[in-house]
């Protein structure tokens, strides 16, 4: 009876150590689960990161340019105010347009900066906004030559 009981307790021992090593190799399998679901979510957030960093490099080019196109604008009306100022009004008349180019080569200017500071705007809008002041000013500057 001493046997039998011995081997009802290792038959039972090994019954309840396979139902342990069963249950630990689910949980093993489980968290094997978990982890590459966690695995697979950092990559998609490791590429979105990527993804967000390239355009926020993309951006910065884009206002660089932007800041640049800016800064030769600028020189621009500075060349157009200078060559203003060097001609010489010899009647009332002209004086007076001389004032008057000079007002609206000082408002672009001042067009100018205002963009230049404004963070509020898209690069894209803001690229277009040189584009549309640019093309203003070469309107002017065609309306006023034949003068």
Do not use: W
Request: charged letters at 30%; a positive charge.
């Amino acid at each position: 009876m001493h046997v039998l009981s011995s081997r009802l307790i290792t038959c039972a021992f090994v019954l309840v150590s396979g139902c342990a090593l069963s249950e630990i190799k689910a949980q093993n399998q489980q968290t094997q689960a978990r982890i590459d679901t966690k695995t697979e979510q950092l990559a998609r957030e490791q590429s979105i990161q990527q993804d967000l960093i390239d355009a926020q490099r993309e951006l910065l080019q884009q206002r660089e340019e932007n800041q640049q196109r800016l800064s030769d604008l600028d020189a621009r009306l500075d060349g157009l105010l200078r060559d203003n100022a060097r001609i010489a009004a010899q009647t009332k008349a002209q004086e007076k347009e001389k004032a008057a180019i000079e007002a609206q080569l000082r408002k672009y200017r001042a067009e100018n900066a205002a963009l230049s500071r404004d963070t509020s705007v898209s690069a894209a809008a803001k690229e277009a906004r040189i584009e549309e002041l640019k093309k203003q000013i070469d309107a002017y500057l065609k309306s006023i030559r034949p003068l």
